[in-house]
Every structure is written in C-alpha cells, then in structure tokens.
T-cell receptor, first 113, second 118 residues
C-alpha cells in the first residue's frame, strides 16, 4: 500500500499483561497484512499474517484482527513474556503490486518481568 | 532461514567508493527484494526483482542499482557511496509458490548487511 501508520512507537507492559499494536493503511486495494518480529541484531521474522477475506486469525498467544471498513489491523499478544520483547512491524500489500510490501515504522515492545 | 544468505555481513567503506552487496538464495524463489533499515524509518524498499533480468524501483532507489543475471543472486550496487547510505541492508525473497494450492505472499528476510560509509 501507499502508506502504513503504526502506533504506538513504544509500548511497555508487565509480564502476563496483553499488548496491542495497531496499524492503519490508506489503500482500499490492500489485500494482505503481515506482522514481523525483529529481535535486537536479528532479521525480521514473519509471525502472523492475514488476508483481506478474513477478519481474525489466531496462533497460540498472538492474534491479528482486520477491519476493512476502517482500514486498520491490529496485533494482539496475550500473556506476554520477556521473550516477546522486540520490535514489531506491520505491513500491507496492495493487489497487483508485484508482491511489494509497505512497512510501518515499527513498535518497540518491552515486557518487564 | 529460507536458504537466504547475504555477503558481506559487515562492511566499512569510504565516501565515493563503489560497493556491491550480494544476496544469494538456494530455493529458486522468483521474487527478491532489497530493503534498508534505519532508526525511525522501518524497512524501506530500494529495488526488487520479479525474475532474471526483471527489476524495478522501490521507494528509495536513488543512488542504488541492482542486477539479477541468474535466479539465485540479486546484487545491490552503490555506485558512489555516501554517508546517508550508512544503514542495515536486508534482502528478502517471496514466491508465487508454484505447486502450492494458494499464492504465497510471505516475504522472508536474509540476515542483513551492516554498511558504514565514513
């Protein structure tokens, strides 16, 4: 997509609490929304994704929700653990864009023990 | 790691010198991408390739060129490096997943190259 806004830029939670990161996209033709986790000094790794024909997807403690009308999607992490501390990036892909992704600027999540 | 390697992993070079970074993949993926990552900017696409000798520009392509003469290698060249090109560079691959039931949009990243231009 053309533009992806990600909030918040930093998030600090206590171990066991939930964390929510939200992204807003601008192009109604966007049809794929991945989330990446990047630990310090490492490569971004895909943790979950959702396509535009689905409203929610879960994988153990993480879930992604998509609201196409409002053009936003969110990452939900429940029962946070210190190893969840990382930078999280959202992205979107516009249909017909040769599989290009546009990334948000990232959220630094810190889980305090 | 989806069979992606990058070389070199670290490089320090002087302003004005040419630099070439290499991305190598072993699994015959069709699509390859070069991103740069800078604090406060996330991941920004420089160039991408959708096949051998087929490349196109991303959002921050000025000062960079690419080449893909064979499926497994995607080269990123800084013709004359500048300090503003100090960054971490990531290569990524994705596939239209021939043989699978669904098109695959996932992108998988290489380990990155830290480039410092002094």
């Amino acid at each position: 997509g053309e533009n992806v806004e990600q909030h918040p830029s930093t998030l600090s939670v206590q171990e066991g609490d939930s964390a929510v990161i939200k992204c807003t996209y601008s192009d109604s033709a966007s049809n794929y929304f991945p989330w990446y986790k990047q630990e310090l000094g490492k490569r971004p790794q895909l943790i979950i994704d959702i396509r535009s024909n689905v409203g929610e997807k879960k994988d153990q403690r993480i879930a992604v929700t998509l609201n196409k009308t409002a053009k936003h999607f969110s990452l939900h992490i429940t029962e946070t653990q210190p190893e969840d501390s990382a930078v999280y990036f959202c992205a979107d892909r516009r249909g017909g864009s040769n599989y290009k992704l546009t990334f948000g600027k990232g959220t630094l999540l810190t889980v305090n023990p | 790691d989806a069979g992606i390697t990058q070389s070199p992993r670290h490089k320090v070079t002087e302003t004005g010198t040419p630099v070439t970074l290499r991305c190598h993949q072993t699994e015959n993926h069709r699509y390859m991408y070069w991103y740069r990552q800078d604090p406060g900017h996330g991941l920004r696409l420089i160039h991408y390739s959708y096949g051998v000798k087929d490349t196109d520009k991303g959002e921050v392509s000025d000062g960079y060129s690419v080449s893909r003469s064979k499926t497994e290698d995607f080269l990123l060249t800084l013709e004359s490096a500048t300090s503003s090109q100090t960054s971490v560079y990531f290569c990524a691959i994705s596939d239209i997943a021939s043989g699978r039931a669904l098109l695959s949009y996932e992108q998988y990243f290489g380990p990155g190259t830290r480039l410092t231009v002094t």
